[in-house]
């Protein structure tokens, strides 16, 4: 089952914060976050795994929730480069790598204006 | 320099003709996978491969075909391709572990 993004699109003025959700039907055992620019591919950004952990980089960050199969990805205050869409992939599974059977959300559409 | 090279980048093809689109990775990685992306729909994975001669399905996995002979190559084959299989494809690797993947560039595939 496809985890659930929302919102489904933002648009956010240069400087103002964000949250993106993701939630899933099934018991996760990681999460993984990417961005994906018009025209590109998609770019990872952090993976989490079950054990309730966050993780952040500059000013990109990331919850994990496994008791109630969620994710959100915290963007504070925004910057023009992070317009782009952002993906959540789920994986179940619990095996020896993450990167095996990940399903991803059908993505957040994040635009910054200035 | 680290990649994933898909080949090739824009194809088009008529209903019927067999085709194979290329993946290769020049990281050494254990774990490979095909993406479809189309609107509205997100990524989709169709098969994926933990290591040579190692495959299994994704969700999406109708219509399509699998080798991993070797470490760096995954082919993705469609053999009788039909216009629902037009779409964006991805075909991306990671190493063992819990790290995220790297995408190749992307295949455009228009079937008419």
């Known amino acids: 089952q496809q985890p659930v993004q929302s919102p489904q699109a933002v648009i956010l003025r240069e400087g103002e914060d964000a949250v993106i959700n993701c939630s899933s039907s099934k018991a996760l055992y990681s999460v993984h976050w990417y961005r994906q620019k018009h025209g590109e591919a998609p770019v990872f950004l952090m993976i989490?795994?079950?054990?309730?952990e966050q993780k952040g980089h500059d000013k990109i960050s990331a919850s994990f929730n496994e008791k109630k199969q969620q994710s959100s990805l915290y963007l504070t205050a925004s910057q023009l480069s992070y317009s782009g869409t952002y993906f959540c992939?789920?994986?179940?599974?619990?095996?020896?790598?993450?990167?095996?059977?990940?399903?991803f959300g059908s993505g957040t559409r994040l635009s910054i204006r200035p | 320099e680290a990649q994933v090279t898909q080949n090739p980048r824009y194809l088009i093809t008529v209903t019927g003709k067999k085709l194979t689109v290329t993946c290769s990775q020049n990281m050494n990685h254990e774990y490979m996978s095909w993406y479809r992306q189309d609107p509205g729909l997100g990524l989709r994975q169709i098969y994926y491969?933990?290591?040579?001669?190692?495959?299994d399905k994704g969700d999406v996995p109708e219509g399509y075909k699998v080798s991993r002979k070797e470490k760096r190559n995954f082919p993705l084959i469609l053999e009788s391709p039909s216009p629902n299989q037009t779409s964006l494809y991805f075909c991306a690797s990671a190493p063992g572990g819990y790290y995220g993947y790297t995408f190749g560039s992307g295949t455009r595939l228009t079937v008419v």
């Open positions: 491969s933990m290591n040579v001669e190692v495959t």
């Open positions: 992939g789920t994986e179940s599974g619990g095996s020896y790598s993450s990167a095996s059977k990940i399903i």
């Open positions: 989490l795994l079950k054990g309730g």
